[in-house]
């Protein structure tokens, strides 16, 4: 599939890339190839459909098909389960602590 190999070339290039409201960002602390940029440009529609089924959580691609989401984020069952357990545990490990002082 086109789009995934962009994703993987962009992230290589050392650019972001995501959707947010429907719309592709991609983001780079240098100037991407022109000819990726053009690629992502052209297969725009393609990388946004798949960018929706990568896990926020791992940056795999979800194949499953029950889909669950972390954070209104994609993600594998198993990720969005391990994010849960993470933010309730450090949920309960600040609800704990003695205050300072």
Do not use: F, Y
């Amino acid at each position: 599939m086109i789009a995934l190999r962009l994703i993987e070339e962009a992230r290589a290039a050392g650019c972001s890339i995501e959707v947010e409201d429907g719309d592709l960002v991609v983001e780079a602390d240098r100037d991407p190839p022109a000819e990726l940029i053009a690629s992502l440009r052209q297969h725009k529609a393609e990388l946004i459909a798949a960018l929706l089924r990568v896990c926020c959580e791992c940056g795999e691609v979800i194949t499953e098909r029950l889909v669950t989401s972390w954070g209104g984020r994609s993600c594998h069952r198993a990720c969005g389960e391990a994010a849960w357990r993470r933010a309730l545990s450090e949920h309960t490990r600040l609800s704990v602590e003695e205050p300072a002082g």
